[in-house]
């Protein structure tokens, strides 16, 4: 059984920085794309980013190009978020997501697999 665990979360001032991991456990995670979401309470879950199963392909969201990276070690089976100059606007709850052999789908409803999130505060 496929589980993604979250961590890295936590409150920091805007404009600092946070690194988010997720943790791939139950199948080889070379086999999957895997995703960032956030969601804000009464919003719909939101895409951030996807690497593709291979880490060849990416596809970010217009409003983090050039402030997150993502990144995957299928040798350690994580997927890492390097979130920079962050604004007030990107605190929400952020979860990982797999698809296995997916492309760099965009919407909640392509992905499989789900984590349980995790928190990120920034503060103005």
């Known amino acids: 059984q496929v589980q993604l665990v979250e961590s890295g979360g936590g409150l920091v001032q805007a404009g600092g920085s946070l690194r988010l991991s997720c943790a791939f456990s139950?199948?080889?995670?070379?086999?999957?794309?895997m995703a960032w979401f956030r969601q804000v309470p009464g919003k719909e879950r939101e895409f951030v980013v996807v690497?593709?199963?291979?880490?060849?392909?990416?596809n970010y969201a217009d409003s983090v190009k050039g402030r997150f990276t993502i990144s995957r070690d299928n040798a350690k089976n994580t997927v890492n978020l390097q979130m920079n100059s962050l604004k007030p606007e990107d605190t929400a709850v952020y979860y990982c997501?797999?698809?296995?052999?997916?492309?760099?789908?965009?919407?909640?409803?392509?992905?499989?697999?789900w984590g349980q999130g995790t928190q990120v505060t920034v503060s103005s």
């Open positions: 997501a797999a698809r296995r052999f997916g492309g760099t789908y965009s919407t909640k409803y392509d992905y499989d697999y």
């Open positions: 139950g199948r080889p995670s070379s086999e999957y794309s």
């Open positions: 690497i593709s199963w291979s880490g060849g392909s990416t």
